[in-house]
């Protein structure tokens, strides 16, 4: 023992000297501590007992086992939903597969064909009362009539009536709407079509000869020239569906009369403009989905007409009452004749002319589909002469000289 001191230097028996509270200040002995050792001691009384050991590894209690049919772990339940996705992928494009391969609607170039019809003299004026009393029109309707829609190859109904109606829409934007029709609009038109057929119509409208007509697109007469009466238009007809090659395909066929009189000139007498027009429009699902169609044909026979009009012209010259085609080479050129003399005046279009009545069948438009020959002759000067029975389905391609006779003039 040193002089001077009682205590030993590290202090006295069973006391901690006053650094060591500091050494364990930062650890808290809790019960998450305790239980969390490695090592368990045994009490005093186990000790005692013989064949133990002062201590022992501490048995970890297992996590509550997983119930019978109970939750997955997170990483089982991700494998299974990218498997379901797998699965239902396969089985979607398998289905979808099971169809013929379709043709791509943007792609497609519409075929045209126009028939002009001639009048033999002056075109006849109608009642300005009732412009299509007594005449073919006169049982014509005012609006157009869908079939009843089915299941048509690999389309189901509710396929075939959306189709139904885009294509009477187009019908009606493309040859009943005046704007469309004397107005000069194009845009009701223009956006039923796919994309790639917009740049085809808006490339007709140009001056110029271009790959599609404007005609085989809509019905438009020359802008500023005509107006139609307050009587509207007419139209008989129906549509057809078939699948053809995959695709939903749909056939309007339908004749029209409108009623027209000069522009600025209310008063003048009327005359009926006939035009019998097929259109055939396909659609996929993604001419559905957008509300569009695709037009793969339209076939016009129309009049009266001057056979003389250019055939690439971007809108129709209709001859109104009084007017004759363009004169010979022995006479004056350009424009319309002088109206006819009283005493020479032709029947009312749809009527017979004197001394040549018309077959019943035969109707305003003489130049009708599926009557028989589609030749053309000419006169003894050259002048090219349509046959009676011509199709305008089976007509020569852009520039044919082919013109027919609009019957009852």
């Given amino acids: 023992m040193t002089a001077g001191r009682s205590d030993p230097p590290g202090g006295a028996a069973g006391e901690?000297?006053?650094h060591g509270d500091d050494e364990f200040r930062a650890t808290v002995f809790d019960e998450s501590f305790v239980r969390a050792a490695s090592l368990q001691e045994h009490s005093a009384a186990q000790r005692l007992e013989p064949g133990t050991f002062p201590v022992r590894p501490r048995v970890t209690e297992p996590s509550a086992p997983a119930r019978a049919g109970g939750l997955l772990p997170?990483?089982?339940?991700a494998v299974a939903a990218?498997?379901?996705?797998?699965?239902?992928?396969?089985?979607?494009?398998?289905?979808?597969?099971?169809?013929?391969?379709a043709?791509?609607?943007?792609?497609?170039?519409?075929?045209?064909?126009?028939?002009?019809?001639?009048?033999?003299?002056?075109?006849?004026?109608?009642?300005?009362?009732d412009p299509y009393a007594d005449t073919a029109a006169d049982d014509f309707?005012?609006?157009?009539?869908?079939p009843e829609a089915r299941s048509v190859g690999d389309w189901d109904r509710d396929q075939v009536i959306d189709a139904l109606v885009l294509a009477r829409r187009y019908v009606t934007a493309s040859s009943l709407t005046p704007d469309v029709l004397v107005g000069g609009a194009v845009a009701p038109v223009r956006a039923l079509l796919t994309p790639f057929q917009q740049h085809r119509l808006d490339r007709a409208l140009r001056s110029g000869p271009g790959p599609v007509r404007a005609s085989t697109f809509l019905v438009r007469f020359e802008p500023g020239t005509v107006e139609l009466t307050d009587d509207g238009?007419?139209?008989e007809g129906a549509f057809a569906v078939e699948q053809t090659q995959g695709r939903l395909s749909i056939s309007a066929r339908h004749r029209f009369a409108y009623a027209l009189v000069p522009t600025g000139d209310p008063l003048a007498a009327p005359s009926l403009f006939l035009l019998?027009?097929?259109?055939?429009?396909?659609?996929?699902?993604?001419?559905?989905?957008?509300?569009?169609?695709?037009?793969?044909?339209?076939?016009?026979?129309?009049g009266p007409l001057d056979c003389a009009d250019p055939a690439d012209a971007t809108a129709l010259r209709p001859l109104l009452a009084g007017q004759r085609v363009a004169a010979t080479a022995d006479g004056p050129t350009g424009g319309a004749g002088p109206p006819?003399?009283?005493?020479?005046?032709?029947p009312r279009t749809g009527a017979a002319p004197s001394g040549d009545a018309p077959r019943e069948e035969d109707g305003p438009l003489r130049a009708r589909a599926g009557d028989g020959d589609t030749r053309a002759s000419t006169t003894g000067d050259g002048e090219p002469v349509a046959r009676g029975g011509l199709d305008p389905l089976e007509l020569p391609a852009t520039g044919s000289p082919l013109c027919g006779t609009l019957a009852g003039s």
Wanted: no cysteine; glycine share 10%.
């Fill in 82 to 101: 990218v498997l379901v996705t797998a699965v239902l992928i396969a089985v979607f494009l398998g289905n979808s597969g099971l169809r013929p391969a």
């Fill in 74 to 77: 997170r990483n089982g339940l």
């Fill in 103 to 129: 043709r791509p609607g943007p792609d497609i170039v519409p075929a045209g064909s126009l028939l002009p019809l001639a009048p033999h003299g002056a075109v006849p004026s109608v009642a300005t009362a």
């Fill in 340 to 346: 006819a003399a009283d005493g020479d005046e032709p």
């Fill in 233 to 235: 238009t007419r139209v």
């Fill in 141 to 146: 309707g005012t609006e157009l009539v869908l």
């Fill in 276 to 302: 019998q027009r097929e259109v055939v429009l396909s659609f996929g699902e993604e001419e559905l989905r957008t509300g569009q169609v695709a037009l793969e044909s339209a076939t016009t026979t129309a």
């Fill in 16 to 18: 901690v000297p006053d």
